[in-house]
């Protein structure tokens, strides 16, 4: 009798670290950057804040933008910064394989190209070093943190809330270039379309 308690107290040992039924630990790093891809998430807004590096030195910059994660799924951003004393605007809309992106001061005109990366929901999800960093508490939620680099070999880390999948929050860095997306607002009805052609012209 006496052994059969001390098998019964070995399996209930057994069990509570780690056999039949415990919790399953986070899921992998690539699992984690596509969960936005995969939930009921239908669009996002965001806040960004960076550098950038130039020729003519580092220059601040802030701006937000959106993602519309149902098909077709599309992205656009602005940002603007101080150049030599001078405001600079630069925004961009990314939709239906185009890359549309107007700066001022300018013409006023959309430059629009074929786009091999295109900002979207996509994005994020990564390609490749998939590694996981942990869990953060943020603001808004507590987060897997897990990093990657993507199709272009550019390294990104991303914050996914772990209750419903959806980005907290993006950081980028890329020649010398560094960007922070921060997500406040989900699901607002986000719609994103190209600037009409007569606003348009070929890169």
Not at 112 to 129: A, E, I, M, Q
Request: charged content about 15%; overall charge neutral; proline content about 8%.
């Amino acid at each position: 009798m006496g052994r059969l308690i001390a098998l019964m107290i070995a399996a209930g040992l057994l069990a509570a670290c780690g056999g039949p039924g415990t919790p399953l630990g986070p899921p992998t790093p690539k699992d984690i950057l596509s969960k936005p891809n995969h939930g009921n998430l239908q669009d996002a807004h965001f806040l960004v804040t960076g550098k950038f590096s130039g020729q003519g030195g580092t220059v601040d910059l802030k701006g937000d933008g959106e993602l519309v994660y149902k098909a077709p799924g599309a992205g656009q951003f602005k940002f603007q910064t101080v150049v030599a004393g001078q405001t600079v605007s630069f925004e961009e809309i990314s939709i239906g394989g185009s890359n549309y992106t107007l700066t001022q001061p300018g013409n006023g005109k959309w430059v629009s190209n074929p786009s091999s990366s295109p900002l979207g929901p996509t994005s994020f999800s990564g390609v490749s070093d998939f590694k996981y960093v942990g869990e953060e508490n943020l603001p808004n939620g507590k987060a897997w943190h897990a990093k990657a680099k993507d199709k272009d070999g550019n390294a990104f880390d991303g914050w996914i809330r772990e209750s419903d999948g959806y980005p907290l929050k993006y950081t980028l860095t890329q020649q010398g270039n560094a960007l922070t997306l921060t997500f406040d607002k989900f699901n607002t009805g986000v719609r994103i379309s190209a600037p009409p052609p007569s606003q348009v012209v070929r890169g």
